[in-house]
Structures are given as C-alpha cells and as structure tokens.
C-alpha cells in the first residue's frame, strides 16, 4: 500500500478536515479547551499576560535532537519564558503541502503534544491550511504563546555597569545539527540540536536580581549581546575561555568558518544579573537539566560594544553576524 | 583532541608578545606583511594586534583570492547565470557584486541555480543528480585551492561527464609578490608567509623576498604559530640577516607538494590574469590546458572578461597591496558596508575589508 499523503481536502473544511483533526491533531493535543472546537478558545489569564508569536520553517523538518513541531512548542515557551513569564496557552497553526506524508505529520503533531506536556502548556487552538504541491515546500507551523508574568525581562534601563552575564548551556549546537542533517557539506558526526524548553529552568531564577533575559537564537549569543548594546548604550565584555562549547561543535565551527558566537542555538539563554546574584543564579540553573552546563561568560562595561578577550589573551569585537553563514573558501 | 588548541595557550602567547616587545627597538618600526586572507583573519578574530607594541604594524597584502578577481571576471558569473546554467560556487563567492550590483545571492532570490559546495568534487555530485542541467563551477583560488579545481577537471573527464565545466579565474603568488617587492614604498621589513599555499608550493616561492633583503617567514593560523613567526621577523631584521624560516612544519613540508604540483601542470598553463587593483599581470593566472577545452566554461559558452574598472573611489587595490589601510578608503564604512559592497575585500571571508569592518580594527 502506498503511503497515506496529505490532500487539499484535509484543510477543505468538510468531513476530511473534521476526521485529520479528530485522528490526529485531538488525539495529541487532548485537552479540554480544545476538545471544544469553538471558533475561539477561552482561557484563563493572570493580571498582567505576555503574548508572543513565532513562525517555523525549518529544512529539513526532521533533525537530531527533535523535530519542526518540538521546536515550534519550544520556541514560543521560550520566547515566554525567557521574557519573565510562566507560559499557559499555546495556539498552533499548520501549513502543509499537498502530499507530504501524513505519518510524518502526525510524528510532527505528537513531538509539539510532548514538548507541551513537558513544559506544563496547553495549546488550546489552531488550524491547518494544505496548499497546491509547490506553493509551499514541506510543513510551516506558527505558533502564539500567552503567559502570565511573573517578572519583566525585557526592559534594557534595567542592564547596569557590572552586570554580570551569563549563558545557559553550550552553545551553537542547534545551527550545526541542522548543518549537518543538511549533509550539505558532506561531514557527519553526531551533534544533537539543543532544542528544549526552558521555561521550568528560567522559573528557579525569577526570585534573584536578573535584569534581562533573551533566547540566543538566529544570530546566536553574538546577536542578543549586540542587540542589548544597542538598546541599552551598554557594551559587554566576555572571555572566550568562558563559553561553554563543545569541542566537536567547535571543531565543526572552525572547519567551515564560522563563529561559534553567531551560530543560532534552540535552548541556550543570555541572562544578565546582578553581581551579587550572579553565583546564585548559576547554582539554580546547573540544577535543571537544560542549565547545566551554565557559565558566567563575563560582564557589562559603559562601552556600548561586544569585546571579546580572546582564549590566546588578545582582544577583539564581536560584531552582529551576517544574515546567512556562509562556508569559507580555505 | 584538537591539535590547533596547545597553539591557543595563552601562557606561550603572552610570553611571545613580551618577547616581541623586549626584542623590537623602540626607534624603529617593523612593517610586517601577512600575505594570505586567512591570516588576515586569524589576527583580527584572535586580537593579535592588541598584543603587540605599537612600533610592530601588519598590512595586509593581495592575499585574498576572491579579493584578487577583477570585475570583468566576477562579471562572467552573471554572465553565465544569464545564460542559464547552474553555478557552484564557494560560499565566499556569494556576496560579492557584480558591475550591476547584484550579488549571486541575489541571483539565486530571483530563482537562479545557485548551489554552495565546500569541495569543488561535489560539483560531480551535483551534475550526476540533475543531468539536464549544466553546472559550472567558480574556480577562485590560489595554489592551495587551484589543485582541488583541478582534481574536479580531471575527475570529470574520467567520468566523461558533460555536463560540467569550471570558470578558472585562479591565480598563483610568485607574480604578486614580484610587483609587491618593486614597491619600495611600502618600505616592508619582512613577510608572514600563508601557510597553505606553502604546503603546494615549497618555501622557494620566498627565495625573492630573502634576495630583497627582507625577512620570510611561514607561519600557521593560530595565535601562538603567528606570534612566533612575527618574533622571528623582527629579530631577523635587527640583525639585517635574511633567511626563509618554516615555522609550520607541522604542516608544510619545505619542499612542498610535488604530487599536487603535478596534478597543477597536468590541467592548467600560466596564462596572463587581471588582478583586482593590480591590474594585468603576466602568467600570474591558472587558464585551462587544450586537452581539457571542453571543461573550460570560457571557451564553452564563448566568454571573454571585460576590461571593467573598479567603481570610482573604490581603493581595494592599494587596500591589497598594503598602501593602505581600509579606514583610509572614503567608501569603507559609508558608501561600502557588508550590506551593500562596492568591492569584494568587503564581503569575502578572508577579505582585509571585511576583517576591518567586522572586527573594527584600530579601534580597541
């Protein structure tokens, strides 16, 4: 028998539509807010609610380490997450083209379901969409994301001189996994995307002094330090010796040219802390698996730039990376 | 482990940079050249300048191959895009701007076949997968890379594979380093010589800088290797007695490669090349040997490059001769950013341009 596909008759609006969302989209997301169908779901928010929005369109949608529907759930939560909010409410919109296969589908459906349950977040609307072949290449997902807050990390007035800074885990693992399931290159090695949520880690560090928080996302721990800058008028100045980094994502990095600093991560956060606070929020972070290999990467300075003290002892700029990474020539 | 990590020490480069300190004389000034982009590079990502004295200043020189492709030759990529065929291109390639101020990455957003390879082999791969359609591949390069080109040449005709071709602008030193010998302006001391190219050609490439009286040096990538060559340039020059010293040993055999030195001769000629803001230079370039004329996409698709000039005000070649540095340009920065290119030293990975910009150099 031939593999069952997606049709334009899923997104159709008759009784294919209502069977792929009974057989698969029901059957994992099972909750009882949208067990009801409605046009519009009810929920229950706190006083003051953080909302967010993210599209994925990840190639392939299938890499090591998860998948485009695991890190559709993990990044909103952390986009929450990594604001100051508890996420709640997860919506989740599908497009998919005509004929892409369906158990690939429901594998894609069922990674956001566990990704959900794990982060304790309810996605309780959405809505699939099927194109012509061609209009669009494999599956796109959006997801929004609403929470409750606990504690504003986004206001950059709040980054002081001697502010230190810290990173969540090793970073450029997720841009490199994704490089290597490309085969693109032709190099193999087995480095699993970092793609996790991060909100249960980010929960044990509300109660310290933490003045910002960002994900460390497309433009990596490079990016987020030069976005803050510019903000805030603030620089950084961070040790090299310091960043976590694995030594086959580092060896991989330097073969092909790139910085690790500028490679996108999917569960590494750039948080910055007081001083006093800095060792507490490090121990709280190394007790959540998603934190453990934390490390205070170094400090805020009055320069609004990104100074890099280099591992052989010399000093240079860590500048906003390029759009694209490119592999260089030799 | 990585073998490069004890070259990173930072105990043995701190100790190199006092000892370059104590070893160059406060009256005078050493003006080193590093010839190749990747060392260019290699110091800004490792902050080597700001481990040296003052009195020691690196130019950069016409190392960066991509740097080094004049217009008219950059032009023919689009020119063949327009034609219709599939490029396959180093990724360094892909930012920088043609005559019209578009970029293959440009090309490639309005639905040209633009594909980006790490070997030039996999240029076969692609051929093999899509056989109604015509590959060339962008041969940019130096001696270090001008052999892998040559392999796909080779490697093609094996296979008797057709449709496949290779655009080869590449280019070889020893005319460069010529021009940039004669220039008694620059008032060099001594060279940091690239490394990889060595390896293909052997330390004889230097001969001329010693007999020019200056100081040659070949040095690997890493921040230790590089500060242990610029020592042994300045003591070279303090005692005025010149000698080509290999300190990358662990990689460069002094003799080189015969092996890919055969494979060299056994596809390409010397033919005259335009250099970026160098200009014509005699059997400085790499063209395609008869045997092979049906892998040479010039003579395929009938292309000549143009005699174009660099966009007005653009400086890049005293830029790659190390008559200046890029801050001195009046488009670096301004009218020439990553974002929009007047010339190619902005966009390549190893380009000096690219390296000032990005690392904001001279500003630490």
């Given at each position: 028998?031939?593999e069952?596909?997606?049709?334009l008759?899923?997104g159709g609006?008759?009784?294919?539509?209502?069977?792929?969302?009974?057989?698969?989209?029901?059957?994992?997301?099972?909750?009882?807010?949208i067990?009801?169908?409605g046009?519009?779901?009810?929920?229950?928010?706190?006083?003051?609610s953080a909302?967010?929005?993210?599209?994925?369109?990840?190639?392939?949608?299938?890499?090591?380490?998860?998948?485009i529907?695991?890190l559709?759930?993990?990044?909103t939560?952390?986009?929450l997450a990594?604001?100051g909010?508890?996420?709640l409410?997860?919506?989740f919109a599908?497009?998919?083209?005509?004929?892409?296969s369906?158990?690939?589908?429901?594998?894609i459906?069922?990674?956001?379901?566990?990704?959900?349950?794990?982060?304790?977040?309810?996605?309780?609307?959405?809505?699939t969409k099927?194109v012509?072949?061609g209009?669009?290449?494999?599956?796109?997902?959006?997801?929004?994301?609403v929470?409750?807050?606990?504690?504003?990390?986004?206001?950059?007035?709040?980054?002081?001189?001697?502010?230190?800074?810290?990173?969540t885990?090793?970073i450029?693992?997720h841009?490199?996994?994704i490089?290597?399931?490309?085969?693109?290159f032709?190099?193999?090695?087995?480095i699993k995307s970092?793609c996790?949520?991060?909100n249960?880690?980010?929960s044990?560090?509300?109660?310290?002094?933490?003045?910002?928080s960002?994900?460390a996302?497309?433009?990596?721990?490079?990016a987020?330090?030069?976005?803050?800058?510019?903000?805030?008028?603030?620089g950084f100045?961070?040790?090299?010796?310091n960043i976590?980094l694995r030594?086959?994502?580092?060896?991989?990095?330097?073969?092909?040219g790139?910085?690790p600093?500028?490679?996108?991560n999917?569960g590494?956060?750039?948080?910055?802390?007081?001083?006093?606070?800095a060792e507490?929020v490090?121990?709280?972070?190394?007790?959540?698996d998603?934190?453990?290999n934390?490390?205070?990467?170094?400090?805020?300075?009055d320069?609004a730039?990104?100074?890099?003290?280099?591992?052989?002892g010399?000093?240079?700029?860590?500048?906003?990376?390029?759009?694209?990474?490119?592999?260089r020539i030799? | 482990m990585?073998?490069n990590i004890p070259f990173?020490?930072?105990?043995?480069?701190?100790?190199?940079?006092?000892?370059?300190k104590?070893?160059?004389?406060?009256?005078?000034h050493?003006?080193?050249?590093?010839?190749?982009?990747?060392?260019?590079?290699?110091i800004?990502r490792s902050?080597l300048?700001?481990m040296?004295p003052?009195?020691?200043?690196?130019?950069?020189?016409?190392?960066?191959?991509?740097?080094?492709?004049?217009?008219?030759?950059?032009?023919?990529?689009?020119?063949?895009?327009?034609?219709?065929?599939?490029?396959?291109?180093?990724?360094d390639?892909?930012?920088i701007?043609?005559?019209?101020?578009?970029s293959l990455?440009d090309?490639?957003?309005h639905g040209?076949?633009?594909?980006?390879?790490?070997s030039?082999?996999?240029?076969?791969?692609l051929?093999?997968?899509?056989?109604?359609?015509?590959?060339t591949f962008?041969g940019?390069?130096?001696?270090t890379?001008?052999?892998?080109?040559?392999?796909?040449?080779?490697?093609?005709k094996?296979?008797?594979?057709e449709?496949?071709?290779?655009?080869?602008?590449?280019?070889t030193?020893?005319?460069?380093f010529?021009?940039?010998?004669?220039d008694?302006?620059?008032h060099?001391?001594g060279?940091?010589?690239?490394?990889?190219?060595?390896a293909?050609?052997?330390?004889?490439?230097y001969d001329?800088?010693i007999?020019?009286?200056?100081?040659?040096?070949?040095?690997g990538?890493?921040p230790?290797?590089m500060?242990d060559?610029?020592y042994?340039?300045?003591?070279?020059?303090n005692?005025?007695?010149?000698?080509?010293v290999?300190?990358y040993r662990?990689?460069?055999?002094?003799?080189?490669?015969?092996a890919?030195?055969?494979i060299?001769?056994t596809?390409?000629?010397?033919?005259?090349?335009?250099?970026?803001?160098?200009g014509?230079?005699?059997?400085s370039?790499?063209?395609i040997?008869?045997?092979y004329?049906?892998?040479?996409a010039l003579k395929?698709?009938?292309?000549?490059?143009?005699?174009?000039?660099e966009i007005?005000?653009?400086?890049?070649?005293?830029v790659?001769?190390g008559?200046?540095?890029?801050s001195?340009c009046?488009?670096?920065?301004?009218?020439?950013?990553?974002?929009?290119p007047?010339?190619?030293?902005?966009?390549s990975?190893?380009?000096t341009?690219?390296?000032?910009y990005?690392y904001k150099?001279g500003e630490?």
């Amino acid at each position: 028998m031939s593999e069952k596909v997606v049709t334009l008759s899923i997104g159709g609006g008759g009784k294919q539509t209502s069977s792929f969302i009974k057989d698969i989209i029901l059957k994992h997301f099972d909750n009882e807010i949208i067990d009801n169908l409605g046009d519009a779901s009810y929920i229950k928010t706190g006083v003051s609610s953080a909302f967010t929005t993210d599209s994925f369109v990840v190639r392939p949608e299938f890499f090591n380490g998860g998948n485009i529907g695991k890190l559709s759930v993990c990044g909103t939560v952390n986009d929450l997450a990594v604001s100051g909010a508890k996420p709640l409410y997860l919506s989740f919109a599908l497009v998919v083209a005509e004929g892409y296969s369906l158990d690939k589908l429901e594998q894609i459906v069922e990674s956001a379901a566990i990704e959900a349950k794990i982060a304790g977040v309810k996605i309780v609307c959405g809505d699939t969409k099927v194109v012509e072949r061609g209009g669009v290449d494999g599956v796109i997902i959006n997801t929004c994301g609403v929470g409750d807050v606990v504690k504003k990390l986004n206001h950059y007035v709040n980054v002081k001189t001697g502010d230190k800074v810290i990173v969540t885990s090793d970073i450029a693992r997720h841009g490199m996994a994704i490089m290597l399931e490309r085969g693109q290159f032709g190099f193999n090695g087995d480095i699993k995307s970092d793609c996790a949520c991060l909100n249960h880690m980010m929960s044990n560090i509300y109660e310290y002094n933490i003045k910002f928080s960002r994900d460390a996302t497309r433009g990596g721990v490079a990016a987020v330090l030069n976005e803050i800058a510019e903000k805030s008028g603030k620089g950084f100045i961070i040790d090299e010796e310091n960043i976590p980094l694995r030594q086959d994502v580092a060896e991989l990095c330097e073969t092909l040219g790139y910085d690790p600093l500028s490679v996108a991560n999917e569960g590494a956060a750039v948080i910055i802390v007081s001083e006093e606070d800095a060792e507490k929020v490090l121990d709280a972070l190394h007790k959540s698996d998603t934190g453990k290999n934390a490390k205070i990467i170094g400090s805020v300075t009055d320069d609004a730039r990104v100074i890099l003290n280099t591992i052989s002892g010399g000093k240079r700029v860590v500048d906003l990376p390029p759009g694209e990474l490119l592999p260089r020539i030799c | 482990m990585n073998p490069n990590i004890p070259f990173r020490d930072k105990e043995t480069a701190l100790k190199l940079s006092n000892a370059i300190k104590n070893e160059a004389k406060e009256d005078k000034h050493y003006k080193i050249m590093e010839v190749c982009g990747t060392h260019t590079m290699a110091i800004a990502r490792s902050g080597l300048r700001s481990m040296l004295p003052s009195n020691v200043e690196l130019v950069s020189g016409p190392g960066c191959p991509v740097c080094v492709t004049s217009q008219g030759e950059i032009d023919l990529f689009f020119e063949l895009i327009d034609k219709g065929v599939s490029v396959v291109s180093f990724g360094d390639l892909l930012r920088i701007p043609g005559s019209n101020g578009q970029s293959l990455m440009d090309k490639r957003a309005h639905g040209a076949d633009v594909s980006v390879v790490y070997s030039p082999l996999d240029t076969i791969k692609l051929a093999k997968a899509s056989p109604d359609k015509h590959y060339t591949f962008l041969g940019i390069g130096f001696e270090t890379t001008a052999p892998t080109v040559a392999a796909l040449i080779m490697q093609a005709k094996k296979e008797n594979i057709e449709n496949l071709s290779v655009l080869s602008f590449c280019k070889t030193m020893p005319k460069a380093f010529e021009l940039i010998l004669s220039d008694t302006s620059l008032h060099l001391d001594g060279f940091l010589c690239p490394g990889h190219v060595t390896a293909i050609t052997g330390i004889s490439l230097y001969d001329p800088i010693i007999a020019s009286k200056k100081a040659a040096v070949v040095a690997g990538f890493e921040p230790v290797e590089m500060l242990d060559a610029i020592y042994e340039i300045i003591g070279q020059v303090n005692k005025g007695e010149f000698h080509t010293v290999n300190k990358y040993r662990r990689v460069v055999p002094d003799e080189g490669s015969q092996a890919a030195r055969d494979i060299l001769s056994t596809v390409f000629y010397d033919n005259d090349a335009t250099w970026r803001g160098l200009g014509k230079l005699e059997k400085s370039g790499l063209g395609i040997k008869e045997e092979y004329a049906e892998y040479d996409a010039l003579k395929r698709f009938n292309l000549v490059p143009k005699d174009i000039t660099e966009i007005k005000g653009c400086k890049c070649g005293q830029v790659l001769t190390g008559k200046i540095k890029p801050s001195a340009c009046g488009l670096f920065g301004k009218k020439c950013t990553p974002e929009e290119p007047v010339g190619p030293c902005m966009v390549s990975s190893e380009g000096t341009c690219a390296a000032y910009y990005k690392y904001k150099l001279g500003e630490i």
